[in-house]
Structures are given as C-alpha cells and as structure tokens.
C-alpha cells in the first residue's frame, strides 16, 4: 500500500460520525443507513453520503435486500482495528447528561459484543477465568485442556486459514485483553444461544442472565456480583 493509501484508508475514521458508525457495527450485525442515521444523530442524507465513502474505501462492506441497504464492518480484521484503535484513546470523564445515558454508559462497560466476542467487565472476567483455569495459555493460545472444555460445553471450534483460534483483543474500557479469534466468537455465539446472556435493545450491550451468572459462576468459577450492576 502507498503512503496516500494509508492516508486515505486512515482518513476513513478521522470524522466524528464515521467513527460512531463504526463503534455501533462493533455489535456484529448488519445496520441500516436510517439506523445509522438515528444512532450517530445525523441526517439519512448525511448518513448515506458518509457510508458510501467508507464502503468505497473498504472499512464497510454493503448487502442489498430489496430497497433495503445494510452495512457492516468489512470483516473481524476491520473490527480488531476499531476496537484497538478506541482502547487506545485517552479515558476522559464521563459527560453523561441524563441518567438514561449513564445507564446506558455503564451497561456497555459491563457487558457487551465486539464484533462477535464478549466483551467489556464480562468479556475480561471470562478471560481471566480461562487463564487462571489453564484453559488458555499465556500466550492466548488455547490449551489441550481447553479445547476439551468447549467440546464438553458442545463448542465446536473449526480452524480457519484467516482468523487464529485464540488472540488477545484489548478491551477500550477495562484497559486489558479479552479474548477473540475462533474461540472467542464461539464462545459468545453459544452464550447468546444458551441463553447466558441477552442483548439490551438494538445495542452491543448484553446483560447477563440469572443463568448465565450460574453457569459463569460454577463453570469458571466468577463470582455473580462481579457481573451484577452496581447498587445505585
């Protein structure tokens, strides 16, 4: 790639609403312009203007269904870059102006999917659990102990040319990793089916079920209160 590709390409993400595009498909799904629009709190027409330019730049990839136009982040690659980019941005204090978007601000730290892996307070607990466990080695690759316990919970975990089975992803609000790869996108496909966790409305944010606080708690050992929502 020339230096004026990277440039272009780096371009992509320099715009305040291109970037709450892409922080809104770190959920993993396909979104409308209109929703999009809604999201970022721009216009339909800014909205498509903006999103053209990042499916003509490779950053989105575009499905047509009908009249209907969805997007996405091109692949988990272009999801990592986005995730590792927000990690690396400075925390600054929150500037919540209502108590919904507090809510709504804490829910996300708590619990929730980048791109297709669990994420936030959940997603590093988890990691952690493996770890300590000897499910995961140091070097985040997955142990023989493991792979045995994804196949016991009925994971299957399918190598992939492309994507590693395990990776380190640093999370951008707890400031460490959690996992993602093969197995981390496994892992929270059977969470979501199993029913140990749920998506809040049509955010990346999860909340975590009085079963999942129970299977969490006697499969990995996490205590319940560390995934519970603090007292106000």
């Known amino acids: 790639m020339s230096a004026q590709g990277l440039a272009s390409f780096a371009a992509l993400l320099a715009d305040p609403t291109r970037a709450a595009f892409c922080l809104a498909l770190l959920d ?9 629009a809604r999201t ?10 903006h999103l053209s330019k990042m499916v003509e730049g490779g950053l989105l990839a575009e499905e047509r269904q009908g009249r209907h136009r969805y997007v ?8 990592q870059l986005v995730e590792d980019l927000a990690a690396r941005v400075s ?3 929150p500037t919540h102006t209502t ?7 804490s829910a996300l730290a ?17 990691t952690d659990a493996l770890l ?14 493991g792979a045995a316990w994804f196949e016991e919970l009925g994971i299957a975990l399918t190598a992939s040319r492309t994507r590693p089975m395990a990776r380190p992803c640093l999370d951008w609000t707890e400031r460490r990793p959690h996992l993602a790869g093969t197995a981390g996108a496994a892992l929270c496909r059977h969470a979501l089916e199993a ?31 560390t995934l519970r929502p603090s007292p106000n």
Do not use: M, N
Request: contains cysteine; hydrophobic residues 45%; positive net charge.
């Open 28 to 36: 993993g799904r396909a979104w409308t312009a209109g929703e999009l």
């Open 91 to 93: 925390p600054s204090a």
């Open 195 to 225: 029913g140990w966790v749920t998506r809040i409305g049509g955010q990346r944010a999860l909340k975590v079920t009085d079963s999942g606080l129970s299977s969490l708690a006697l499969l990995l050992d996490i205590p319940s209160d």
């Open 110 to 126: 708590r619990a929730r999917t980048c791109y297709d892996h669990l994420a936030g307070r959940l997603g590093v607990s988890v």
């Open 99 to 105: 108590l919904r978007a507090a809510s709504a601000a």
């Open 132 to 145: 300590s466990h000897g499910l995961l080695d140091p070097g985040f690759s997955l142990s023989a102990s």
């Open 40 to 49: 970022a709190g721009v216009a339909a027409s800014t909205a498509s203007e």
């Open 72 to 79: 996405r982040l091109r692949d988990a690659a272009t999801a």
